[in-house]
């Protein structure tokens, strides 16, 4: 069943005429809408906003056939990515609402379908780096214009089986907050690089300490030992909106000189620190396993998320550092507004250094459809590095205080050589020694 937020009832009023209004001035043949919401626990998914799909120039344009009016499954994929990397853990895009007449939802019905398999397959990529799926099903919503009703479909993107009819029905949602944390530095070597591709390296340098996480099994829930079986609101009556959840993961410990060689004995060596905030939101009725699991996926996502902006963008702030050894990315930094009527779920936009509070209040009301004042955008979460800090980033065991993430990428090893002599030194005057001791003889 899909249950959209009894709030969005009049929301879907008001993107039917709208669409119409657009129908009528630029010919427009479709508005899709992205839902997002949550994969509830049993099948239901409960649907919290709303917000409209840009339309490509061509459709809005003067003149033009059918097709330009429209848009493809590429456009589709390409708009719903950025808006799963602003989505905390526990909120995903479940699906998509079409608006259009039922000829033109017929004819791209496929496309549809073929939109929200890749739509999954991203989302999984970002929110678990393909250690596991927890996408099975979304939601395709078709509301025929001008007088139809909703209409639903469950769609498999996992089996790719045929469709399934669902029930639409609108009633009064909740969502509470999961706070947490995680900060720390990871170090490492990676191995036979086949492309020289930023965001893989990331990723591959974090895949063991992201499956960590997934497995981790120890939890606090403010501050008590909680059976993940057990609903978060215990008492309805007295229903709390936001916990603290703990994840004690076990750190793994090694010898400080064996890595401080090994590191200084290998190229491609990457070090990572971060220190984030974690706000997640899950239905208020969620047991504790799918807040424990909501906080984890918020981890990886809001980490895979500021890589992939940066990659993309390639405009990275480097440092080589006096001895010209290191490389610094400084990852974008959030901003982040709440859902007007469901202040629990907490949106990210990324910031790269010359970036303002203004841009992040851009971006939210371009791609959510959140008209939030500046007042009600944050981005005091971290700030950007100073200059003086570059050097404290790169002393071992230092985890600077609520900065951006970082990594650095060391491309040489000068010092290696300098205890290679060491070793050679030390061979040679055992040598002599024992030649010496010989020949006397």
């Known amino acids: 069943m899909i249950i959209f937020d009894a709030r969005l009832e009049s929301t879907l009023d008001k993107a039917v005429k709208a669409h119409c209004d657009l129908e009528k001035k630029s010919g ?46 590429q456009w589709l994929v390409e708009s719903a990515e950025k808006v799963i990397r602003m989505l905390p853990g526990g909120i995903d895009l479940v699906g998509i609402l079409w608006l259009s007449n039922k000829n033109i939802f017929i004819e791209q019905r496929p496309r549809l379908i073929k939109a929200l398999s890749r739509i999954a397959k991203y989302s999984t990529a970002l929110t678990t780096m393909k250690l596991f799926s927890y996408i099975e099903n979304m939601v395709l919503v078709n509301v025929e214009i001008p007088l139809g009703k909703p209409q639903a479909v469950v769609v498999d ?46 990723v591959d340098l974090l895949k063991p ?3 960590r996480i997934l497995d981790c099994n120890l939890i606090l829930v403010d501050g008590k ?13 007295n229903k709390k909106s936001s ?12 010898d400080d000189s064996t890595t ?32 424990v699991l909501a906080t984890k996926q918020h981890i990886i996502r809001n980490m895979c998320s500021r890589a992939v902006l940066h990659y993309e963008s390639m405009e990275v702030t480097e440092d080589r550092g006096t001895g ?61 590095l100073e200059v003086g800090e570059m050097e404290q980033v790169r002393a071992p065991g ?39 001791q010989v020949i006397k003889k």
């Open 28 to 73: 427009v043949l479709a508005s899709p809408h992205f839902l997002i919401g949550t994969f509830a626990e049993g099948f239901d998914i409960h649907i919290a906003h709303i917000t409209k799909c840009p339309l490509p120039a061509t459709a809005t344009a003067t003149g033009g056939d059918a097709a330009s009016k429209t848009v493809d499954d």
């Open 157 to 202: 993107v996992v089996n790719r089986s045929p469709e399934s009819p669902t029930k639409v029905v609108f009633n009064k949602l909740e969502w509470v907050s999961i706070v947490s944390r995680a900060g720390g530095r990871i170090s490492d070597h990676i191995a036979n690089l086949k492309t020289e591709n930023f965001y893989n390296d990331f």
């Open 209 to 211: 300490w992201a499956q």
């Open 225 to 237: 030992v909680r059976e993940t079986n057990e609903y978060l609101n215990k008492d309805p009556k």
């Open 243 to 254: 916990f603290e959840l703990v994840l004690l993961t076990e750190s793994e410990g090694s």
């Open 260 to 291: 401080t060689l090994q590191q200084e004995s290998t190229t491609n060596w990457h070090d990572f620190v971060f220190d984030i905030e974690i706000r997640a939101a899950v239905p208020v009725k969620s047991k504790v396993e799918f807040a």
């Open 324 to 384: 010209g050894s290191q490389i610094i990315h400084q990852m974008p930094r959030p901003a982040t507004t709440t859902l007007p009527y469901h202040s629990s779920i907490l949106f990210s936009d990324f910031l790269f250094e010359a970036d303002t509070i203004e841009d992040g209040q851009k971006n939210m009301k371009e791609l959510l459809e959140i008209e939030a004042s500046i007042e009600h955008v944050d981005d005091g979460w971290e700030r950007a």
């Open 398 to 436: 230092v985890v600077p205080d609520h900065l951006p993430l970082i990594i650095s990428l060391q491309e040489k090893q000068s010092r290696f050589w300098f205890y290679v002599m060491i070793i050679v030194s030390v061979l040679v005057l055992l040598i002599s020694i024992i030649l010496y």
